[in-house]
């Protein structure tokens, strides 16, 4: 179990939360709830309705599509300090992956309550999220873009 400090200071090497400052930090420590699981262990089904974001405090996880299915894919591997759940938390949409825990790991889990009263109470909070939300989407697409180059695609510039 981490203490407090242990939390903040983890967090401060999460790009999601890098700039925020230390009264920040505090206040989403105290509504991270911390969770563990084995290896194989699945921590959210692809198509599941959960909204809780994850932060990945050790271990790793897989991230899956058609897991368990004829065409199942490894989309990602996380490891400590990545984060995934983030869609979740602001769309009423099934989850669009599986994540699987690829060995022991340990997660700070954010529910979607919990994340709104911290928004509430410090609202400029929201800003240094959607800024490292938007800098991850770019990269996505970045990356999307470059692969079709490769495979000899056409790739629009937006």
């Given at each position: 179990m981490l203490s407090t400090t242990d939390k903040m200071l983890f967090l401060?090497?999460?790009s999601l939360f890098a700039e925020m400052s230390l009264e920040q930090i505090r206040l989403l420590t105290s509504h991270l709830?911390?969770?563990?699981f084995l290896p194989g262990?699945?921590?959210i089904y692809e198509g599941d309705f959960s909204q809780e974001l994850y932060i990945l405090v050790s271990g790793r996880v897989r991230i899956v599509k058609d897991y368990g299915g004829p065409h199942e894919r490894t989309l990602a591997l996380l490891t400590q300090g990545d984060f995934f759940g983030?869609?979740?938390i602001f769309e009423s949409a099934p989850r669009s992956a599986t994540a699987v825990a690829a060995?022991?790991?340990e997660l700070l889990a954010l529910s979607p309550e919990k994340f709104k009263q911290t928004i509430y109470q410090k609202p400029e909070m929201a800003f240094e999220i959607f800024r490292e939300l938007s800098a991850r989407l770019?990269?996505?697409e970045e990356r999307a873009a470059s692969a079709r180059l490769q495979e000899g695609g056409l790739?629009?510039?937006v």
């Open positions: 401060r090497r999460v709830e911390e969770q563990h262990e699945v921590i983030e869609m979740a060995e022991e790991a770019r990269r996505r790739a629009t510039d």
